[in-house]
């Protein structure tokens, strides 16, 4: 693939925009995997095997993606739109490339894997791989999902049991249960779930007479957020990332 066309595919702007780069000299590649320093490449329309490839575009590495697939630990006071009303949005987090790269639909760039409220915290998932979304977010998978939960009375056994028993809210007569879920301090309840309703969380804490103060959420199926992955930070997820994930 022309070096200019991998730019493009993974976001760096027009091919017209990515060959200029590359002439200005603002793009090296790592010759190998196990290169210590890329070597410059002012030929737009040199062939290289993209996949493995790693390049350098002005002064940042990147690893060639065909699917970008990465973990953002948002951080309070954000939202989960393109579009925010109120707070700024998570995709102001991310570099251009991640929120500019080619898709056929009219929305470019990675895509957040389901939402997270403004005052939550915690792990999320973007991608522009749209059959990896619909599988993340089809009822029929149930991928579940670890939340730490703060509280503002004390939790009690009663609460704890209710939640895993079931608890039926306001939009639908069929109990939702807990797929786990343990008191870990007087006020800090570890809630996992399976399904992904409306302010499931706080509506189901609400159904046992409390009430969440934070919210937090700590694993999607086996891929717990990295403890030196701070608010606001993103990282690439590997190939075991996305296993731990699938379950």
Same mark, same amino acid.
């Given at each position: 693939?022309?070096?200019?066309?991998? $730019?493009?595919?993974?976001?760096?702007?027009?091919?017209?925009?990515?060959?200029?780069?590359?002439?200005?000299?603002?793009?090296?590649?790592?010759?190998?995997?196990?290169?210590?320093?890329?070597?410059?490449?002012?030929?737009?329309?040199?062939?290289?095997?993209?996949?493995?490839?790693?390049?350098?575009?002005?002064?940042?590495?990147?690893?060639?993606?065909?699917?970008?697939?990465?973990?953002?630990?948002?951080?309070?006071?954000?939202?989960?739109?393109?579009?925010?009303?109120?707070?700024?949005?998570?995709?102001?987090?991310?570099?251009?490339?991640?929120?500019?790269?080619?898709? *056929?639909?009219?929305?470019?760039?990675?895509?957040?894997?389901?939402?997270?409220?403004?005052?939550?915290?915690?792990?999320? $998932? $973007?991608?522009?791989?749209?059959?990896?979304?619909?599988?993340?977010?089809?009822?029929?998978?149930?991928?579940?999902?670890?939340?730490?939960?703060?509280? *503002?009375?004390?939790?009690?056994?009663?609460?704890?049991?209710?939640?895993?028993?079931?608890?039926?809210?306001?939009?639908?007569?069929?109990?939702?249960?807990?797929?786990?879920?343990?008191?870990?301090?007087?006020?800090?309840?570890?809630?996992? $779930?399976?399904?992904? *309703?409306?302010?499931?969380? *706080?509506?189901?804490?609400?159904?046992?007479?409390?009430?969440?103060?934070?919210?937090?959420?700590?694993?999607?199926?086996?891929?717990?957020?990295?403890?030196?992955?701070?608010?606001?930070?993103?990282?690439?997820?590997?190939?075991?990332?996305?296993?731990?994930?699938?379950?």
């Amino acid at each position: 693939m022309e070096l200019q066309e991998i $730019l493009y595919t993974q976001g760096f702007g027009t091919r017209r925009v990515c060959a200029g780069l590359i002439q200005q000299g603002l793009v090296q590649v790592y010759a190998s995997n196990d290169a210590l320093a890329p070597v410059p490449c002012a030929q737009a329309a040199t062939d290289f095997v993209a996949d493995g490839l790693r390049f350098r575009v002005q002064g940042v590495d990147w690893p060639y993606q065909e699917k970008a697939y990465v973990m953002l630990h948002k951080p309070t006071a954000t939202e989960c739109s393109q579009k925010p009303s109120t707070y700024p949005s998570i995709y102001t987090l991310l570099p251009s490339p991640l929120r500019t790269r080619p898709q *056929k639909g009219a929305v470019q760039g990675v895509q957040a894997v389901g939402r997270l409220d403004q005052d939550t915290t915690g792990l999320l $998932l $973007l991608t522009d791989d749209g059959k990896f979304i619909h599988r993340m977010s089809s009822p029929r998978h149930h991928v579940p999902k670890v939340y730490e939960v703060t509280v *503002k009375h004390p939790l009690d056994a009663k609460q704890v049991q209710k939640l895993l028993d079931g608890v039926v809210l306001d939009d639908d007569p069929k109990p939702v249960r807990a797929a786990a879920c343990e008191a870990i301090g007087e006020y800090h309840l570890r809630l996992t $779930l399976t399904e992904g *309703k409306y302010h499931q969380v *706080k509506r189901m804490v609400a159904a046992v007479s409390n009430r969440v103060e934070a919210l937090h959420r700590s694993q999607i199926g086996g891929l717990v957020l990295p403890p030196d992955l701070l608010p606001g930070q993103w990282r690439w997820l590997s190939t075991a990332d996305l296993a731990l994930i699938a379950g």
